[in-house]
């Protein structure tokens, strides 16, 4: 009798086991960066290729905010170097930070017996297209509420998006497309600790003031922003032993070797953008915590301020001590990730 009741309870537990469980759809991200002013942009791209090796994401196009040539070719040679060299890449035009910074040309023009290392599609910068043109490109051939929007420089382009007429690839503006197909804003920008100096002003904003306060008026209310604060980067460091140990399973890493070239080794980095990406793809991994509901605008100093609201649909990310610990091995394993094979 007992055999039986235990053959049957066996039964009856493999019939209300799932056969199958669904994966999630990976999440559509357009990454838009001023890659070549802060070593965090490189492993923040990282991060969303080893994110979509693992079927976690789709990346539909890089953009550069940042005015220099070589910023968008660095971005070319760590999409190709990753296996991604098809997709699509902007870059800003009459844009802010024109100086090439410490190590994105000598990344992209780095060479061994006279021949270039790491491959790209691009050849010269004047062929990629400028920036707003491939956003709405982008946009407008997705399905509606599909497409995760990560900003992790200054608000250039996204500003100028929000004010693009229509067009021959769509007839809605650049507000309209946004409403229409963007489901949430992750950005790193401000600070919002509760120490933060009235004399502090966060570079992703003071950079640009004018675009960052064009974006957070012009955002339609009903799209969720979430804000990743200095003061979140700050408290989640990626390591130099990471990028001294993690990164040589191959001679030449355009990664590391941007890293290498950012500052003298070895030294700790802050993640700053590496969390809109950690955020962006993986919202429900209790990495972070979130403020509640409330609103965003650039005052008239040029600093982010944030109001609470109930009927607010922004926010801004927060963080524990303990996931501080968990953030940082989890950002570190995803940015060393070799590529897929």
Known sequence: MRTMMACLFLVFSLSVIPTSVKAEEPVKLIFDTDIGNDIDDALALAVIHALQSRGECELLAVTSSKDNPYSALYCDVVNTFYGRPQIPLGRVQKGVTPKDGSYVRKVVEYSENGKPVFPRHFQHAEEIPEAVSVLRKTLAAQTDQSVVLVVV??????????????????????????????????????????????????????????????LYELWPDKIPVVVSGWEIGRAIQNRATSILNDYSYVKHHPVKMGYEYWHKMPYDRPTYDLTSVLYAVRPDRNYFGLSAPGKFIV????????????????????????????TQEVLESLSSQPPAP
């Open 153 to 214: 420089g200054f608000s250039t382009n996204i500003a100028r998006l929000l004010q693009s007429p229509g067009d021959e690839v769509s007839p809605l503006t650049g507000q309209e497309l946004v409403t229409q197909k963007v489901k949430l804003l992750s950005q790193m920008i401000g600070r919002f600790d509760q120490d933060k100096p009235d004399s502090f002003h966060e570079y992703n904003v003071k950079v640009d003031v004018p675009a960052a306060r064009t």
């Open 299 to 326: 005052n008239a100093q040029g600093k982010l301020e944030y109001a609470a609201d109930p009927n607010g649909t922004q926010r801004y990310l927060t963080v524990t001590p303990e996931q501080i610990v968990r």
